[in-house]
């Protein structure tokens, strides 16, 4: 089983229930089957606007190749004109959602050139990642070496002309926030990586352990924001976090937001607006705080 991203009985009941705790009924779709619909958006939900003045920019669908020939999808928004920073964005564990697209696009308008990818090109090949698509049994057949052979792919496409020169950050939600973490002691070249409710505990592969394991490794800065009411993430491990960064001496932020529940920039982002305006404020600093001038 070396290098899966596992994806267990305990895990499939974590994320039911962060499913149930963000507000949608118990019901037979709690059920830990294959059939679960586990994700940590809802498909109407949309990114809540970032601050600031916005510019012209334009995205635009993709098809990257890894190195190993694997096809997938991305999705790439560039503004006019452009910053010093881009990033690559990590989706959940739906890939690249509508959601990804336009969150995206949000960063572009601010002046952020940014990479949405998908995770399924193995296995979904490259089908649509909307509302109906079947994502658990690909989910289950993710794999770190794979998923890192996709995102240096991704990294080199953003990394292409004056690329090569800005400052490159990750940006992952949920699961893609734990992959966050990962990346953060992988060797990419990042100037930071940014993790929105990261789960902790879960073990993503053999060779790293969780994302709480993997932080110990860390060498880049690390931007994490967790919601206090989220039952997934209890505070003992964001605490656990915190201080894996300190001993690694890593650059951090780490920050909770009381009362918010997991998923509070999005499907909670007109409830919890505060929160999501702050947390885009605390992103576009963190950017601006690792970008050279």
Known sequence: MAGRLLNTRADLEETAALRYHV???????????????????????????????TRPAAGADLVLTAADGNRF???????????????LIYPDIRGLHQFYKELALRFAEIGVAALAMDYFGRTAGLTSRADGFEYLPHVQQMTLPTLQADT????????????????????????????????????????????????LSRKL????????????????????????????????????????????????????????????????????????????RRVLAFIGAHTPA
């Open 23 to 53: 507000g949608r009924p118990p019901s037979a779709s709690l059920v830990l089957t294959q059939e679960v619909l586990l994700m940590c958006y809802d498909d109407n939900a949309r990114p809540p606007l970032p601050p600031g003045q």
């Open 73 to 87: 999808n991305a999705y790439l928004a560039c503004p006019t004109p452009p910053s010093g920073a881009q990033l």
């Open 152 to 199: 240096r792919a991704a990294l080199a496409h953003l990394r292409q002309g004056q690329g090569a020169a800005r400052a490159t950050f990750i940006l992952g939600f949920c699961r893609g926030g734990s992959l966050s973490l990962v990346a953060a002691g992988q060797g990419y070249g990042l100037a930071g990586v940014i993790a929105f409710y990261a789960g």
């Open 205 to 280: 592969d053999d060779s790293v352990g969780s994302a709480l394991d993997a932080s110990a490794h860390a060498h880049t800065p690390v931007l994490g924001l967790f919601g206090g009411a989220d039952q997934g993430i209890p505070p003992e491990q964001v605490a656990a976090l915190q201080a894996n960064l300190a001993q690694v001496g890593v650059e951090h932020d780490i920050v909770t937001y009381p009362g918010a529940p997991h998923s509070f920039f999005d499907r909670s982002a007109a409830q919890y607006a505060a929160e999501s305006a702050d947390a885009w």
